[in-house]
């Protein structure tokens, strides 16, 4: 494997089909048969092989690009998905738990947790309440660390050994913290999932969700489901997100970095900020763990609470780069009063995901709102 960044830009080259240097956008959902009846697989004989595309349902040029790219990216099997909520459901349905620890975790995991929950009784418990007793082999540990909305992070390793113990198995939604920042298998993970609308995608111009495995086996029997479940990537937006890998190292090196300074200015400032009450980010952690599991930066998202509820809400109204409105992870810096759209989040948080403006232009920005 080369480079982070050169793999970003070369990663599909030898899935090229055409001597563009930019990868076409395919837009067609069924592919001629080869002319060669020898080559033909009958459906009786197994799953259909992706050397020739046949249908976009199943997979389509674009969407293996953006595969091979992240498999050359991360080092790891890669199924990409229409959203990162498909992906999170394409991993339940992989993994069928009868019960399911999850901790605090993105609204929509919780909410399709809850539709598993509905129709087919899955258990829901806590990461601490219960575990010992309740988990079993075949079970399900979600944890989502960095964590929504307050980019802390989680001990991955500590739930993983206990989940491994019993012979459950351990899903990572790693979104807040994209490659190279943190490698979640290193702690233990057996899936990893991203949200790839936020920093691969980059660009606020995109929704698309990443599953990451071990082994061909494990993304055979994704790549099956996938076509039955019908979540695969739409084939435009997997070649925006094929423009979007091209710069995903360089977005994100600046983003964390950024995003960590503007959190140390913050910090070391609190006293001169009135309206600043705390700040969360995993670089003001300092528990041992922390470190080992993000070896390669912090996550480009943070959190800061105000000291009323009505201080946190017209903040957003006070600034001139950062954007108010939800999600993260793209070129633009953003902010939220987060009550908007979770409804267990206090009212007096602000998440604050950091692009690739000038990292002085920002803090500038902020301090002024603050003061
Ligand atoms: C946005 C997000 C999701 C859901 O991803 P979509 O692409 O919007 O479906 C899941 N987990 C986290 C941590 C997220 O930020």
Same mark, same amino acid.
């Given at each position: ?71 050359? #990216? ?27 620890? #999850? ?21 829901? #418990? ?27 992070? #989680? ?217």
């Amino acid at each position: 494997m080369a480079g982070l960044s050169t793999e970003g830009v070369h990663g599909a080259d030898d899935l090229s089909r055409v001597p563009d240097v930019v990868p076409p956008i395919n837009v067609a959902t069924t592919y001629k048969y080869s002319k060669d009846p020898s080559t033909w697989i009958k459906a009786a004989d197994g799953p259909p092989l992706l050397d020739n595309p046949v249908y976009s349902r199943l997979s389509h040029p674009n969407s293996e690009q953006v595969e091979a790219i992240v498999e050359h #990216i991360t080092g790891y099997k890669c199924v990409v998905y229409s959203s990162g909520l498909a992906a999170f459901n394409a991993a339940m349905c992989h993994l069928n738990p009868k019960t399911l620890a #999850i901790g605090q975790a993105y609204h929509g995991c919780h909410g399709i947790a809850d539709i598993l929950t509905r129709n087919y009784g899955v258990k829901q #418990i806590g990461l601490d309440d219960e575990f010992d007793r309740v988990v079993k082999s075949g079970d399900v540990v979600h944890l989502e660390t960095p964590v929504n909305p307050e980019g802390v992070c #989680i001990d991955i390793q500590k739930y993983a050994d206990k989940a491994h113990k019993y012979g459950a198995k351990v899903v990572v939604d790693s979104t807040f913290a994209p490659p190279p920042i943190q490698d979640p298998f290193q702690q233990g993970a057996d899936i990893v999932m991203h949200s790839a609308t936020k920093f691969f995608g980059g660009h606020s111009d995109l929704l698309a969700g990443l599953l990451l495995v071990k082994d061909d086996e494990t993304k055979d029997k994704l790549l099956k489901d996938r076509l039955l479940l019908g979540t695969n990537i739409a084939n435009l937006e997997a070649s925006l997100l094929i423009r979007s890998l091209r710069t995903f190292e360089m977005r994100v090196d600046r983003q964390w970095k950024s995003a960590t300074a503007i959190v140390k200015r913050l910090h070391d400032d609190i006293d001169k900020l009135p309206k600043l009450a705390k700040i969360y980010h995993s670089s003001l952690q300092t528990e041992p763990f922390v470190a080992k599991q993000m070896p390669n930066g912090h996550s480009p998202v943070f959190s800061i609470e105000c000291p009323d509820e009505q201080t946190a809400k017209e903040l957003p109204l006070k600034l001139k780069y950062f954007v108010h409105a939800t999600s993260l992870g793209g070129v633009e810096s953003l902010i939220e009063w987060r009550a908007l759209s979770d409804a267990t989040c206090s009212p007096k948080l602000l998440r604050v995901s950091v692009g690739v403006e000038n990292v002085e232009d920002l803090i500038e920005d902020l301090v002024q709102a603050l003061q």
